[in-house]
């Protein structure tokens, strides 16, 4: 029996590979310094607040360190390792949200919210503060989170059955989540007109978004919620990265579309209304983070969605340190800082693209 000859390697080929191998190093170092700088942005997002903590003085805390005063302590494990802890939980769900949403749609500027998910919640939250409508088996320091929450993930679950009645795709999914935003904002609006002034302020000011509420078992749930998605968003990665070629290039791949953007927009749904449920609406993280990881890493998803997820991560603990430091003494929802910082952020990137040939 003749021994196999060996196969000749071409040089333009060994410059491809080493090409590839580069640029996944790459694409690691920058994941990695994300992770880092979500860490920094954990640690600055506790020393800011009018107790002016230094960074020592937080580390200590957290590690019950010798010469920490009894107040600093509490502080930083009841008030302010909540709310940091939060802030990234919150942004990691938005912003791989935000990715896989403009992956299966194919729309550079669709969002969690882009299909109903916060106007949805809203009514939700709404119908508990005005007129005490909730879910009966929960208590009352859950009501409105409950009902935020069922409203959330209930308008996906209704806008996933519309669209496969209809046999539509992503045109037509987008077409009736805009149908199901104009229909819960007219219904909020209802709402509202029935309200007293005090339970209106207390609605407007859930809308803003803000993490004071936080509290270790929103953030045990959350963090549930993440951990248990990521794997399965990570698993469809290499689909998703086909997808984004066309719908018919993924499909001569034996990918099934309609599949896939079922149990997307269903781990979409679930991200999107749990951190909804406990912060209210903060707008344009997941918009524009997943945007921000893609100018840093590329198309290739195994490396984009948990860009996106550490890119969200990072804006929103910066929101809260803005929130904080913006105007002194005063504590600013965390929604609207991130929209006005998402605003210019936003244009910005349309601009890129106008200017792309």
Same mark, same amino acid.
């Given at each position: 029996?003749?021994?196999?000859?060996?196969?000749?390697?071409?040089?333009?080929?060994?410059?491809?590979?080493?090409?590839?191998?580069?640029?996944?190093?790459?694409?690691?170092?920058?994941?990695?310094? $994300?992770?880092?700088?979500?860490?920094?942005?954990?640690?600055?997002?506790?020393?800011?607040?009018?107790?002016?903590?230094?960074?020592?003085?937080?580390?200590?805390? $957290?590690?019950?360190?010798?010469?920490?005063?009894?107040?600093?302590?509490?502080?930083?494990?009841?008030?302010?390792?909540?709310?940091?802890?939060?802030?990234?939980?919150?942004?990691?769900?938005?912003?791989?949200?935000?990715?896989?949403?403009?992956?299966?749609?194919?729309?550079?500027?669709?969002?969690?919210?882009?299909?109903?998910?916060?106007?949805?919640?809203?009514?939700?939250?709404?119908?508990?503060?005005?007129?005490?409508?909730?879910?009966?088996?929960?208590?009352?320091?859950?009501?409105?989170?409950?009902?935020?929450?069922?409203?959330?993930?209930?308008?996906?679950?209704?806008?996933?059955?519309?669209?496969?009645?209809?046999?539509?795709?992503?045109?037509?999914?987008?077409?009736?989540?805009?149908?199901?935003?104009?229909?819960?904002?007219?219904?909020?609006?209802?709402?509202?007109?029935?309200?007293?002034?005090?339970?209106?302020?207390?609605?407007?000011?859930?809308?803003?978004?803000?993490?004071?509420?936080?509290?270790?078992?929103?953030?045990?749930?959350?963090?549930?919620?993440?951990?248990?998605?990521?794997?399965?968003?990570?698993?469809?990665?290499?689909?998703?990265?086909?997808?984004?070629?066309?719908?018919?290039?993924?499909?001569?791949?034996?990918?099934?579309?309609?599949?896939?953007?079922?149990?997307?927009?269903?781990?979409?749904?679930?991200?999107?209304?749990?951190?909804?449920?406990?912060?209210?609406?903060?707008?344009?993280?997941?918009?524009?983070?997943?945007?921000?990881?893609?100018?840093?890493?590329?198309?290739?998803?195994?490396?984009?969605?948990?860009?996106?997820?550490?890119?969200?991560?990072?804006?929103?603990?910066?929101?809260?340190?803005?929130?904080?430091?913006?105007?002194?003494?005063?504590?600013?929802?965390?929604?609207?800082?991130?929209?006005?910082?998402?605003?210019?952020?936003?244009?910005? $990137?349309?601009?890129?693209?106008?200017?792309?040939?």
């Amino acid at each position: 029996m003749s021994p196999t000859p060996p196969v000749e390697v071409s040089e333009e080929s060994l410059r491809m590979l080493s090409s590839y191998e580069r640029l996944v190093r790459r694409r690691l170092l920058v994941t990695v310094a $994300l992770a880092a700088l979500a860490g920094i942005a954990l640690l600055l997002d506790m020393s800011t607040g009018p107790a002016r903590l230094s960074l020592g003085q937080v580390a200590g805390a $957290l590690v019950g360190a010798a010469g920490i005063d009894e107040a600093s302590s509490v502080i930083v494990w009841q008030v302010r390792l909540p709310a940091a802890v939060m802030a990234l939980l919150v942004g990691t769900a938005l912003s791989l949200a935000g990715a896989e949403m403009q992956t299966i749609l194919d729309n550079p500027l669709a969002s969690p919210f882009t299909l109903g998910v916060s106007a949805a919640a809203s009514l939700g939250a709404a119908l508990v503060i005005i007129l005490g409508i909730g879910l009966p088996f929960l208590p009352p320091g859950l009501l409105v989170t409950g009902n935020a929450f069922v409203f959330a993930l209930g308008s996906v679950l209704l806008l996933q059955a519309l669209t496969r009645r209809s046999r539509g795709g992503p045109a037509m999914l987008v077409l009736f989540g805009i149908a199901l935003v104009f229909t819960f904002q007219a219904l909020l609006a209802l709402v509202q007109f029935v309200a007293s002034a005090d339970a209106l302020q207390q609605l407007v000011f859930w809308g803003m978004g803000s993490l004071a509420r936080a509290d270790w078992t929103s953030i045990a749930i959350l963090a549930a919620v993440v951990g248990c998605v990521l794997p399965f968003s990570l698993s469809a990665s290499w689909r998703l990265t086909a997808l984004r070629l066309g719908e018919e290039r993924a499909r001569s791949y034996g990918i099934d579309v309609g599949r896939l953007r079922f149990f997307s927009l269903l781990r979409v749904s679930l991200l999107a209304a749990t951190a909804v449920a406990f912060t209210g609406t903060i707008g344009f993280v997941g918009l524009v983070g997943p945007h921000i990881a893609r100018m840093l890493i590329g198309e290739d998803h195994r490396f984009l969605l948990p860009a996106s997820a550490l890119t969200g991560a990072v804006m929103m603990s910066a929101a809260s340190i803005a929130s904080k430091s913006l105007v002194p003494g005063l504590l600013l929802p965390v929604g609207i800082v991130t929209s006005l910082v998402g605003l210019p952020v936003f244009f910005l $990137l349309l601009s890129r693209q106008a200017a792309r040939p």
